[in-house]
């Protein structure tokens, strides 16, 4: 076939395709028009997911006649003062918008110009442009698409269903009006109206944080640490949510850079590694970030839709968000959220949950639900001895003990002063004004984390000579990745030799903890150097595996549930949790503990 010049209108519905995807493409482009006017309010109003009609309306400087008629033509714009794409302000500046959409839709634009006399309506449908008229207005724009994809009707059988389409609608909306809390927003149906949002004061920090509530849920407002770093030019500032505050996707991730909501990989991943292993896995933080970097040092001119980027210093930006998510992280110390409490309080005032179970199945049933939810996958219980805690000389099997003075001030401590061991498995203490219930494996296995990850920054872990080594017996492959990372172990503690083909001599382990079993220690070691590897945190992110062998080490070192304590064992872990970061969740993202406030107990039982 001979080679063909294709006519216009094909080629601009061809280029239509990389701008308008769906709906929400129509939508994004248009707010960011209207921001990049000026405009302090935003209306949008979307009907049949979109696809019926699109109505955006703002209080911008608006367009006045000559350019409301060029603004439809392809690549014609007024953000590009120049030919300089490497200092981009605006988020818009390709001049595609406008003409893509007229091309696939029916579109009309009705706009005042600052200071002009009089209102003008221009339409395209389907790419063909009609004249300009005059038009009743009294400031800024109104633009209308209708009939989205009429002119491609094969792009109408790849859309969702409405709900998806509007669902997708009230995202973009969200995540402009997150960028921009100064400009006042509002989204309906046509009918009914289901985002409001009044425009903040000035001052991210101080007044940005009630816009985000609004968007990300009260939990997040309650629970959301301030976060906030520069580094040479860069800058970033926001809000993150408590590592026990996570979602099952990262849809509420919110991220932001020079004003442009985005959804990089780049930054993406920083956000998954700054939050390591205090997230469960599979499992996404809630936050909002703020990122500034000097124009000239990001492409946005990577994709049409602009929310891919390029940095000219990725490593920068990286150094930057990790460090200061981590400071923000490290400060809220042991704080979990309070969600869990209150969603605790919810389980508890269901009918199902009040019935009266025959003897003997509470215990069993709590017993299968500890062992399948607060376990980590593969680690076995140990009759043998664990790590003993700090300043702690010996275990102890009697959980009673005489009050002392110290024990009648405990309460004022953040976790309180231990009253009960539940289950040899939970431990209840008491603050003013709650009853706090920990998890004594989940909590012990972070301070062991924490303390050998200190250890191993600040020296080296401590070794202990086993007086008859231990020889283990395994399948050749796991011996085979034990030895090949003989070294890495080696540095935190445990020192390895083949013994034979199919087995593994341990000759020191890591002081810290104490008589561990060693067998199962090497069992999940293989699990979680395998794990490290399918993350692609193998040998590229050294500290990352390494994170992950303590982690699993951490687990071994620390107190099981099955183990009674004394009372000063109990007091001594809360006390260590109140002054060790991150104590909030075990190695693995899963809560130590929960707070219930009295006076929620209090309403249970109708006492309020």
Do not use: W
């Not at 400031?139 to 509007?166: I, N, Q």
């Not at 970097?293 to 929310?307: G, L, M, Q, S, Y």
Request: aromatic share 4%.
């Amino acid at each position: 076939m001979a080679i063909r010049q294709l006519p216009p209108n094909l080629v601009n519905r061809i280029a239509a395709g990389e701008v308008v995807e769906r709906p929400a493409s129509v939508v994004k482009e248009l707010v960011e028009n209207a921001i990049d006017a000026g405009a302090r309010r935003i209306d949008v109003t979307a009907m049949g997911g979109g696809l019926q009609l699109i109505r955006v309306s703002d209080d911008g400087v608006g367009m006045v006649r000559e350019d409301l008629a060029l603004a439809v033509e392809r690549h014609a714009t007024s953000k590009l003062g120049g030919d300089d794409l490497s200092h981009i302000m605006t988020l818009g500046f390709r001049g595609e918008a406008l003409p893509s959409i007229g091309a696939v839709a029916r579109l009309s634009i009705t706009s005042r110009g600052q200071g002009a006399d009089e209102a003008f309506t221009i339409s395209v449908d389907g790419g063909r442009k009609a004249a300009l008229k005059p038009a009743a207005l009294s400031a800024g724009m109104e633009v209308e698409v209708r009939d989205l994809f009429y002119a491609t009707p094969a792009r109408l059988k790849f859309m969702k269903s409405e709900r998806s389409e509007t669902a997708a609608i009230a995202d973009h909306v969200k995540r402009l009006a997150l960028a921009h809390p100064e400009v006042a927003f509002s989204l309906s149906n046509g009918e009914r109206t289901s985002l409001r949002l009044e425009a903040c004061a000035p001052g991210l920090m101080d007044h940005g944080l009630e816009r985000m509530g609004r968007i990300l849920g009260s939990d997040f407002l309650a629970d959301a640490l301030a976060v906030s770093a520069a580094r040479d030019t860069m800058s970033v500032e926001g809000f993150a949510g408590l590592p026990t505050l996570h979602r099952a996707n990262g849809l509420q991730c919110y991220l932001v850079v020079n004003g442009r909501p985005v959804r990089d990989k780049l930054i993406v991943g920083t956000v998954r590694a700054a939050y390591g292993d205090l997230v469960p896995r599979g499992r996404h933080p809630m936050l909002v970030l703020f990122l500034t970097v000097p124009p000239e040092e990001v492409d946005v001119n990577v994709h049409p839709a602009k929310t891919e980027l390029r940095f000219r210093d990725p490593n920068a930006v990286r150094s930057l968000l990790i460090g200061g998510l981590r400071d923000a992280l490290g400060i809220a110390g042991h704080r979990a959220t309070g969600s869990l409490s209150q969603s605790a309080l919810d389980r508890m005032a269901r009918p199902e949950h009040r019935s009266v179970p025959s003897p003997g199945a509470a215990s069993d049933a709590s017993s299968r639900a500890y062992m399948s939810h607060s376990r980590p996958r593969g680690f076995g219980f140990s009759d043998k001895a664990q790590a003993p805690l700090e300043a702690v000389s010996a275990p102890s099997g009697d959980t009673r003990g005489t009050p002392t003075a110290e024990d009648e001030t405990a309460t004022d401590y953040p976790l309180g002063a231990a009253r009960a061991q539940v289950q040899d498995t939970f431990i209840i203490a008491q603050t003013a004004d709650a009853l706090v219930i920990v998890d004594q494996h989940a909590a012990h296995e972070r301070l062991v984390y924490e303390r050998l990850k200190d250890a191993y920054a600040n020296g080296g872990i401590t070794r202990q000579l086993l007086l008859i080594p231990d020889v283990v017996e395994l399948d050749d492959e796991a011996v085979a990745a034990l030895l090949a990372a003989s070294d890495e172990l080696e540095s935190l503690g445990l020192v390895i030799e083949a013994f034979g083909q199919s087995a593994i001599v341990v000759r020191e382990v890591p002081a810290l903890l104490g008589t561990c079993d060693v067998k199962g220690l090497l069992s999940d070691l293989v699990s979680a150097l395998a794990d490290a590897e399918e993350d692609g945190e193998g040998r590229r992110l050294l500290a990352a595996r390494l994170n992950h062998i303590l982690s699993t080490m951490a687990c071994h070192g620390s107190v099981r549930g099955g183990r009674r304590l004394s009372p000063d064992e109990m007091n001594a872990l809360l006390r260590d949790m109140e002054k060790t970061p991150f104590s909030g969740q075990c190695n693995h993202g899963r809560p130590t503990y929960i707070e219930l406030k009295l006076t929620d107990i209090e309403k249970l039982f109708s006492r309020r």
